[in-house]
């Protein structure tokens, strides 16, 4: 057995080397690679070199950005970012040295340069995105610790970046100024933006919220994040009634009393909204999960099982389980089990009872189920049927054949010839587990019956490397 070499006695060993042996392999390294160069820039750089640093920092992220320049510049995103996230980096740093005005200068620039930059580069992946928002983040974080601070400025720079943000780099950016503006400045802010607010025209309340006038719809967004700032939550409250949008921000209006220890108000307006309803963008709940924190909270404990329990029967997911589990008393956890095993038995989708089954390590039964339902499992659930047939190869192959045919057969039956190289490995596992089953005679029926129905799909044979029979 190989015994790895601990940090502590790494320690020891450069402890021993002398310092100009090591700063002359450290300069070494350095002329081969920029990240190491830079890291140690970051660490080893003097405050007093504050401007040096600053420049050199500005000259990486413009080196960045010249990615594009390159042919097929377009789709250099992700190399980007990382370069970028080395020069966050490095600012943060330079931040924590405490050069304050050298590293919001240098912030400045990056953002100019996200936004320029984010016109020449297909980010279709998210890759490039984040890193460019992180930067205002950063933004906003070193003009709170910039100190004495020019409210008046602070307030102008963010009211006119909001206004001029054409690919979202700036996005939630009041938010992220929260802290450098305070209450002085966001009370500012919002002046102005409900003096924006009153100089268009009437709310009509007839018209649909999403066809509403963007500039208007834009302007009640700053004032709903600068009541988030503000913690003031019956702010956000009279927003959304001003705009007859109490429906619509239930669930946010909701999760936010509920922050606020206003369980009961938070009850009352979680009514207000579609049950069932899924995750909004920024809100850390679904509605089963906010109803059933509240309920908690207000020791209505036995009721968010329920709730819990209604959500766990519409798909069977095993972490709505558990959360169903947590709420039941030690001596009634065996009974909700069974109860659950067998809902899972007699689902309305095979597929996800099966894939529950397994879930739960009740291996027999999710044969069981796969043996007496095989004519309704459909391969469609793909990413189900595949851990449910790996988790039954070995006890029950039969079952897993059953399944890997299902498999195959979507995949040939919708002609999906990408995905002829999984069918093809279903095939070959079929192979092993027909031998193990003893279904040698039911796996030659098989194939030649996909001989006879799909026997023109060349590419598919091709890749199952099967001969003609």
Same mark, same amino acid.
């Given at each position: 057995?190989v015994?790895?070499?601990?940090?502590?006695?790494?320690?020891?060993?450069?402890?021993?080397?002398?310092?100009?042996?090591?700063?002359?392999?450290?300069?070494?390294?350095?002329?081969?690679?920029?990240k190491?160069?830079?890291?140690?820039l970051?660490?080893?750089?003097?405050?007093?070199?504050?401007?040096?640093?600053?420049s050199?920092?500005?000259?990486?992220?413009?080196?960045?950005?010249?990615?594009?320049?390159?042919?097929?510049?377009?789709?250099?995103?992700?190399?980007?970012?990382?370069?970028l996230?080395?020069?966050?980096?490095?600012?943060?740093?330079?931040?924590?040295?405490?050069?304050?005005?050298?590293?919001?200068k240098?912030l400045?620039?990056?953002?100019?340069?996200?936004?320029?930059?984010?016109?020449?580069?297909?980010?279709?992946?998210?890759?490039?995105?984040?890193?460019?928002?992180?930067?205002?983040?950063?933004?906003?974080?070193?003009?709170?610790?910039?100190?004495?601070?020019?409210?008046?400025?602070?307030?102008?720079?963010?009211?006119?970046?909001?206004?001029?943000?054409?690919?979202?780099?700036?996005?939630?950016?009041?938010?992220?100024?929260?802290?450098?503006?305070?209450? +002085?400045?966001l009370? #500012?802010l /919002?002046?102005? $933006?409900r =003096?924006?607010?009153?100089?268009? @025209?009437? &709310?009509?309340?007839?018209?649909?919220?999403?066809?509403?006038?963007?500039?208007?719809?834009?302007i009640i967004?700053w004032?709903?994040?600068?009541?988030?700032?503000?913690?003031?939550?019956?702010?956000?409250?009279?927003?959304?009634?001003s705009?007859?949008?109490?429906?619509?921000?239930a669930?946010?209006?909701s999760?936010?009393?509920?922050?606020?220890?206003?369980?009961?108000?938070?009850?009352?307006?979680? +009514?207000?909204?579609? #049950?069932g /309803?899924?995750? $909004?963008? =920024?809100?850390?709940?679904?509605? @089963?999960? &906010?109803?059933?924190?509240?309920?908690?909270a207000?020791?209505?404990?036995?009721?968010?099982?329920?709730?819990?329990?209604?959500?766990f029967?519409?798909?069977?997911?095993?972490?709505?389980?558990?959360?169903?589990?947590?709420?039941?008393?030690v001596?009634?956890?065996?009974?909700?089990?069974?109860?659950?095993?067998?809902?899972a038995?007699?689902?309305?989708?095979?597929?996800?009872?099966?894939y529950?089954?397994?879930?739960?390590?009740?291996?027999?039964?999710?044969?069981?189920?796969?043996?007496?339902?095989?004519?309704?499992?459909?391969?469609?659930?793909?990413s189900?049927l595949?851990?449910?047939?790996?988790a039954?190869?070995?006890?029950?192959?039969?079952?897993?054949?059953?399944?890997?045919?299902?498999?195959?057969?979507?995949?040939?039956?919708?002609?999906r010839y990408?995905?002829?190289s999984?069918?093809?490995?279903?095939?070959?596992?079929?192979?092993?587990?027909a031998?193990?089953?003893n279904?040698?005679?039911?796996?030659?029926?098989?194939?030649?019956?996909?001989?006879?129905?799909?026997g023109?799909?060349?590419?598919?044979?091709?890749?199952?490397?099967?001969?003609?029979?």
């Amino acid at each position: 057995m190989v015994e790895k070499i601990t940090d502590d006695k790494l320690s020891s060993y450069l402890q021993k080397v002398g310092k100009p042996e090591l700063i002359a392999w450290l300069m070494a390294r350095c002329r081969e690679d920029e990240k190491l160069r830079a890291s140690l820039l970051d660490l080893a750089a003097p405050k007093e070199e504050a401007k040096s640093l600053a420049s050199e920092i500005n000259a990486r992220t413009s080196r960045a950005w010249r990615l594009c320049d390159q042919r097929d510049g377009w789709k250099m995103a992700l190399p980007i970012s990382r370069e970028l996230d080395q020069v966050l980096t490095s600012i943060q740093s330079l931040m924590d040295k405490g050069c304050l005005v050298e590293a919001e200068k240098l912030l400045v620039s990056f953002v100019k340069k996200a936004e320029r930059g984010m016109a020449e580069v297909d980010d279709s992946y998210g890759h490039l995105w984040p890193t460019c928002q992180e930067g205002v983040t950063l933004w906003g974080e070193v003009w709170s610790r910039i100190e004495p601070r020019d409210t008046v400025q602070l307030v102008n720079l963010v009211y006119g970046h909001i206004h001029d943000n054409d690919y979202a780099v700036k996005d939630d950016m009041i938010c992220k100024f929260a802290k450098a503006l305070g209450d +002085e400045g966001l009370h #500012a802010l /919002q002046r102005r $933006l409900r =003096g924006d607010l009153a100089q268009l @025209p009437p &709310l009509d309340p007839e018209e649909p919220h999403w066809k509403r006038d963007f500039n208007r719809r834009q302007i009640i967004s700053w004032l709903k994040d600068i009541a988030d700032s503000l913690k003031d939550v019956d702010e956000y409250i009279a927003i959304s009634e001003s705009e007859q949008q109490i429906e619509t921000d239930a669930m946010e209006i909701s999760r936010r009393l509920f922050d606020a220890e206003r369980f009961q108000e938070a009850l009352t307006f979680l +009514e207000k909204c579609r #049950a069932g /309803q899924g995750f $909004l963008r =920024g809100e850390p709940y679904d509605y @089963p999960s &906010l109803r059933c924190k509240i309920l908690i909270a207000l020791g209505r404990t036995e009721e968010a099982g329920d709730t819990l329990w209604q959500e766990f029967t519409k798909g069977l997911g095993l972490h709505t389980f558990e959360k169903v589990l947590e709420l039941t008393p030690v001596e009634e956890k065996d009974a909700i089990h069974r109860r659950a095993v067998s809902l899972a038995e007699h689902y309305r989708s095979p597929e996800q009872g099966a894939y529950f089954l397994v879930q739960m390590n009740e291996l027999e039964r999710a044969a069981r189920l796969i043996e007496q339902r095989q004519d309704e499992i459909s391969g469609s659930w793909y990413s189900s049927l595949s851990k449910v047939a790996e988790a039954l190869a070995g006890p029950y192959p039969s079952q897993a054949w059953l399944v890997y045919r299902s498999l195959l057969l979507d995949i040939l039956n919708s002609a999906r010839y990408k995905a002829y190289s999984h069918g093809a490995k279903y095939l070959a596992l079929m192979e092993q587990l027909a031998e193990k089953a003893n279904l040698r005679p039911r796996q030659a029926e098989f194939i030649q019956t996909l001989r006879q129905k799909h026997g023109r799909k060349s590419s598919f044979w091709a890749k199952a490397k099967l001969g003609v029979q």
